[in-house]
């Protein structure tokens, strides 16, 4: 092995680097809101009172699980202008990630309306709780505490997704590394760091969540 | 589209399940290693393989096949984009079935084991004749999940500049100047593909959902 490791190109490029760190934030922030106002809307109009209506949400749900996220964004990519919108392609991004988590996101939240049985909102009414507090207490608490650890490591999954924006040259930090590597030819470097830098993101992201869950949802189940 | 244009996506195709099956029999032979030295009870072995799952549970899987990718390059081996992308996926397979089939093999009763050693059969008889055996039936719906992902996930070798079925739609695409109905074949491929694997997964889930009740 005669290959010396030179570092010098990624510690240059640090502060670009770091931007794309923000980038990607911002991607998976964005798609993570995108996801979950789906997820809602879907879990909702799966129930609908049209049966098109149902079915089309379940071929939504299963279309997008079942392909390729980066055939999506590509899809999406070309798709948008043809509709008439006309977006970068950070935007764009962020809502082939949205689409993607929101099919998930339905899934999971699913699950979560369905763990909460009759016989406890109708308890709640019994004992005298207005609409609003049934709904708040025994409907929306215990529905997120069951499908938080679910929905977010598919929160983590989709900040790992985004790096595959950089297929439509979306600003996050991939696509910053790629550009240090096509000028600096140093591409196992480059990558080599950017992926501890992803490592570090994933990580910090499953201790917040973890900080959330015992501060909110640790309270005995029987 | 002509139907050269629908053969060469037919090559791709043939490409993404060549690499698939690849990435899936190799992630589970060292899956399979990876998953028993997690349960090994040895404190050195278990601390290494719960740090390679971490590793690659918390990065993308782009990063990891650029990093297999540039970092063989790098040792001296001179590869075939092919070999190379192949040994990221299997890499990569190897670290989530390791840790799905962790979770099976201490989701068999611990009775088992201890009756297994009080007849006092040998390790690999243990494993092999009673613990896996019923670890396998527990973890099918997780593992047919996995092979689903990576069929979707091939589709970052192109990426790399490996032909399969996405690259192959993106060649195509750049020269009939049709994205739309490009990548509307090439995501109905995928999907007939991952589709009915993902249909069977969710069956055996509901039938062991039964069963448990």
Redesign the interface.
């Given at each position: 092995m005669n290959y010396k490791l030179d570092f010098t190109p990624v510690i240059d490029g640090m502060p670009a680097l770091l931007m794309g760190c923000l980038g990607t934030f911002l991607l998976a922030i964005c798609g993570m809101a995108l996801a979950i106002v789906i997820g809602v809307g879907g879990v909702i109009l799966r129930d609908s009172r049209f049966a098109p209506v149902r079915w089309l949400v379940k071929a939504f749900v299963e279309i997008i699980r079942n392909t390729p996220f980066l055939v999506q964004i590509f899809f999406i990519y070309f798709a948008l202008p043809l509709a008439g919108l006309r977006l970068d392609p950070t935007p764009t991004a962020i809502i082939a990630l949205g689409i993607n988590g929101g099919a998930y996101a339905i899934e999971i939240i699913r699950g979560g309306v369905q763990s909460i049985s009759k016989g406890q909102i109708e308890a709640g009414l019994a004992l005298g709780l207005h609409k609003a507090q049934v709904f708040r207490l025994i409907v929306l608490k215990p529905a997120l505490r069951a499908i938080f650890p679910s929905l977010t490591s598919q929160f983590v999954l989709l900040t790992l997704t985004t790096s595959i924006a950089s297929a439509i040259s979306a600003y996050e930090l991939t696509s910053v590394a790629q550009r240090i590597e096509s000028d600096s030819f140093r591409s196992f470097e480059v990558y080599g760091t950017i992926t501890l830098f992803y490592l570090v993101i994933s990580w910090v992201m499953m201790r917040f969540f973890a900080a959330i869950s015992t501060r909110y949802f640790s309270y005995p189940v029987k | 589209m002509g139907s050269n244009e629908f053969l060469f996506l037919l090559t791709g195709l043939k490409w993404t399940v060549l690499l698939s099956l690849v990435g899936f029999v190799g992630g589970g032979v060292f899956g399979l290693a990876i998953a028993l030295m997690r349960v090994s009870g040895r404190p050195l072995m278990e601390r290494f393989t719960s740090g390679y799952i971490a590793?690659f549970?918390?990065?993308?899987?782009?990063?990891?096949l650029?990093?297999v990718y540039?970092?063989l390059?790098?040792?001296?081996l001179k590869l075939d984009a092919w070999v190379a992308v192949a040994i990221g996926f299997t890499l990569h397979a190897s670290a989530y079935l390791g840790e799905i089939w962790r979770g099976s093999i201490e989701a068999v009763p611990k009775g088992q084991t201890e009756a297994a050693k009080a007849l006092s059969l040998s390790y690999v008889s243990r494993m092999r004749d009673v613990i896996l055996p019923q670890a396998i039936r527990i973890s099918l719906p997780a593992t047919i999940g996995f092979l689903?992902q990576l069929i979707?996930?091939?589709?970052?070798a192109?990426?790399v500049g490996f032909t399969e079925l996405?690259r192959a739609?993106?060649i195509v695409s750049n020269q009939i100047f049709q994205?739309?109905l490009v990548?509307?074949i090439?995501?109905t491929l995928?999907?007939l593909l991952?589709?009915p694997l993902?249909l069977y997964g969710s069956h055996l889930e509901r039938r062991m959902a039964i069963a448990a009740r």
């Open positions: - | 590793l549970q918390g990065t993308p899987l782009l990063m990891q650029f990093v540039y970092g390059a790098l040792v001296g689903v979707k996930g091939t589709s970052l192109a990426i996405t739609g993106n994205p739309l990548f509307g090439v995501g995928y999907f991952c589709w993902s």
